[in-house]
């Protein structure tokens, strides 16, 4: 069974510093990963994911992520916040194989970008 | 275009009762999901259609909860016998076709008294 573990709950940054949100999973095969962010009273919404080839995924509004299958992380970084990034943020995993529609999210980020 | 839509934004109900959560996915896409988020949780997944039939129904917690897709768009997420322990956000995400990014719906909040 997959697993993803968020070990930091909450996460307080001053705008423009750089931020590192860390993301580790477990599984016993391959596996496409996924960070998504939910705005405060929005929706989720896709990050990036990583599916295969370059380890280093670029997504929207600046963020980055790298793939590291020996650590078995896949860590979510900004150079420089905003206060707009203000928001929860969820690493997930779905495998290779057959289910891999069903996808397993960590509990959540909260990041909080202090003015 | 619309996104994914779901009624009603908003539910209490008492323990006991019966509810019904609607999820309109994005037309045309095939793949359906519901998922679960409780209060400082990751969403936790339910079930997964693709086109009419549930392709997996392995995260559904017990057989009072069952959801339906008779059509292949429109999806009903029916919860009988309510219980407190099922107040959450019920969050319903769609995508073109199995595999592709999946496109999440503001969600339902279910308060159960």
């Known amino acids: 069974a997959q697993s993803v573990t968020q070990l930091d709950s909450q996460v307080p940054v001053f705008e423009e510093a750089p931020v590192e949100l860390r993301c580790n999973y477990s599984?016993?095969?391959?596996?496409?990963l996924f960070w998504y962010v939910q705005y405060p009273n929005q929706g989720l919404q896709l990050l990036l994911k990583?599916?295969?080839?370059?380890?280093l995924v670029k997504g929207i509004n600046g963020f980055e992520a790298e793939f590291n299958k020996s650590q078995t992380s896949f860590h979510l970084r900004k150079p420089s916040v905003h206060i707009s990034d203000t928001a929860e943020y969820f690493c997930a995993v779905s495998d290779r194989g057959t289910s891999y529609d069903k996808v397993i999210f960590g509990p959540g980020t909260s990041l909080s970008v202090i003015p | 275009g619309a996104g994914v839509s779901q009624t009603p934004s908003n539910k209490v109900t008492e323990k006991g009762k019966y509810v019904e959560l609607r999820c309109d996915p994005i037309s045309g896409h095939t793949a359906l999901y519901w998922y679960r988020q409780s209060l400082g949780q990751g969403p936790e997944f339910l079930i997964y259609f693709q086109g009419t039939g549930a392709a997996d129904d392995s995260g559904l917690p017990n057989d009072r909860f069952f959801a339906v897709r008779p059509e292949g768009s429109v999806s009903t997420l029916k919860i009988q016998r309510t219980e407190r322990g099922d107040s959450a956000v019920y969050l319903c995400?769609?995508?073109?076709?199995?595999?592709?990014?999946?496109?999440f719906g503001p969600g339902t909040r279910l308060t159960v008294l």
């Open positions: 995400a769609s995508s073109s076709q199995a595999g592709d990014t999946q496109y």
């Open positions: 990583y599916l295969s080839g370059s380890t």
């Open positions: 599984s016993s095969v391959s596996v496409y």
